[in-house]
Antibody, heavy 121, light 107 residues
Framework: QLQLQESGPGLVKPSETLSLTCSVS??????????WGWIRQPPGKELEWIGT???????YYTPSLKSRVTISEDTSKNQFSLRLTSVTAADTAVYYC?????????????WGQGTMVPVSS | DIQLTQSPSFLSASVGDRVTITCRAS??????LAWYQQKPGRAPKLLIY???TLQSGVPSRFSGSRSGTEFTLTISSLQPDDFATYYC?????????FGGGTKVEIK
């Protein structure tokens, strides 16, 4: 059974780079059936899509974060990653990785448990 | 960019009530609209995709519909487990947008 698990530092300082990894178990990220995405949720606020990567390496980002975001994949480790540069307190959020199925219109049908990343000095 | 307007942002209802939540897209004719349920401290759970297709394992009291750029989530008879926050999510031209959420609380 496919499972997702986020990992990364528990705290990031302002102006630094936030880096998170999503480890995929029970299946391969190198599948044409799936897209892999990052979504975040600031405390008490709504969900925000950050970006998505396809097995070909093609990436799609939300316009408001595009200049600071990179999503990449490591098929040898069955992982995909998020880098967000020049962070501020506004980037404090729970970060989720998730899987979308191409046949389900990019709906995320499987989510990691999420990891809280505070941005603070 | 497409804007998603979800309403209401909050609703108070009783067990057994019929509940309707609406999500309106500012433009486009995409059918790719999904609904999620989120409980405190938990990841969202997919309920419906492509506007009206029920995700496997989701109770049939949940349903979705579309009329033009307006999408609706209906819970036919609210159950105690349904008190949560609901989000819509729209896909168009390889960009995704979430609605602002609807918190459903017990009256």
């Amino acid at each position: 059974q496919l499972q997702l698990q986020e990992s990364g530092p528990g705290l990031v300082k302002p102006s630094e780079t936030l880096s998170l990894t999503c480890s995929v178990s029970g299946g391969s990220i190198n599948s044409s059936s799936y897209y892999w995405g990052w979504i975040r949720q600031p405390p008490g606020k709504e969900l925000e899509w950050i970006g998505t990567i396809y097995y070909t390496g093609r990436t799609y980002y939300t316009p408001s974060l595009k200049s600071r975001v990179t999503i990449s994949e490591d098929t040898s480790k069955n992982q995909f990653s998020l880098r967000l540069t020049s962070v501020t307190a506004a980037d404090t959020a729970v970060y989720y990785c998730a899987k979308a199925v191409t046949s389900r219109g990019w709906a995320f049908d499987l989510w990691g448990q999420g990891t809280m990343v505070p941005v603070s000095s | 960019d497409i804007q998603l307007t979800q309403s209401p942002s909050f609703l108070s209802a009783s067990v057994g009530d019929r509940v309707t939540i609406t999500c309106r897209a500012s433009q486009g004719n995409s059918i790719y609209l999904a609904w999620y349920q989120q409980k405190p401290g938990r990841a969202p759970k997919l309920l419906i995709y492509t506007a009206s297709t029920l995700q496997s394992g989701v109770p049939s009291r949940f349903s979705g519909s579309r009329s033009g750029t307006e999408f609706t989530l209906t819970i036919s008879s609210l159950q105690p487990d349904d008190f949560a926050t609901y989000y819509c999510q729209h896909f168009n031209n390889y960009l995704l947008t979430f609605g602002g959420g609807t918190k459903v609380e017990i009256k």
